[in-house]
């Protein structure tokens, strides 16, 4: 019997609609300044969500993870797209280079901070810390994408690798995207060489001061948050 993704989508909507929050779910979408609507549920008991249902998801497949996924984000609360992007986390089988296309549908979809940084950090970041040479060649393609949001999420896919980020390649990154006016890839690059800088601090350190002169104050800003003078 092919897999249907719906009666899961339906319990996570009903899971949510039994905790909203209609004060709360104001102020969430105020802060994300979007007219999504917001049920008003926090992380924490969503997470609670995700982890009351996940044992009763049972994927054969990368077609199965690509359809509960995809059917989830489709719903229209943003909190639904949420634990699309955590149920993605979860199954880790299926973090491969095969779920690129899937993660670069959800980035240019989101089309925020939210949806990029996590997308990037934890599933982009985790394909590209097991399989870095069948991924590379899509950052690299993502670093010159006239989207903002895949720009960013290009940079950021290093963010949590620690010492076995390629430091050339983060640094070209950054350089790539240095002359740019756009806010959130300058906050981006401040980000991704202040994580960097917490396992290399003094190659950190070295860039900012030969490219004082090409980086935004605002990233020189961010990068040198934790640094020692």
């Excluded at 240095?178 to 981006?188: L, T, V, W």
Aim: with cysteine; proline share 7%.
């Amino acid at each position: 019997m092919p897999f249907d993704p719906t009666p899961i989508a339906c319990r996570v909507s009903q899971h949510l609609q039994a905790l909203a929050d209609p004060d709360n779910a104001e102020k969430m979408a105020a802060y994300m300044k979007t007219s999504m609507p917001f049920y008003g549920v926090q992380a924490g008991p969503r997470d609670q969500i995700v982890k009351t249902l996940a044992p009763d998801i049972h994927l054969a497949d990368h077609h199965n993870y690509v359809a509960l996924i995809e059917a989830l984000w489709h719903l229209p609360h943003r909190e639904e797209k949420y634990i699309a992007i955590r149920l993605a986390r979860r199954f880790k089988p299926f973090i491969t280079p095969a779920s690129l296309p899937l993660y670069e549908r959800l980035i240019r979809d989101g089309a925020w901070w939210d949806f990029t940084d996590e997308i990037a950090t934890h599933l982009v970041g985790d394909v590209l810390n097991h399989h870095p040479h069948q991924t590379w060649p899509t950052l690299d393609r993502w670093l010159h994408d006239p989207d903002r949001w895949i720009r960013r999420a290009a940079l950021l896919a290093q963010n949590r690798l620690k010492s076995h980020t390629d430091s050339d390649k983060l640094f070209a990154y950054c350089l790539h995207l240095a002359s740019e006016d756009e806010f959130f890839i300058r906050k981006a690059i401040g980000w991704a060489l202040r994580e960097y800088a917490r396992t290399n601090p003094d190659a950190v350190r070295n860039f900012l001061n030969t490219h004082a002169d090409t980086l935004s104050p605002l990233s020189i800003r961010e990068a040198s948050r934790h640094l020692k003078s």
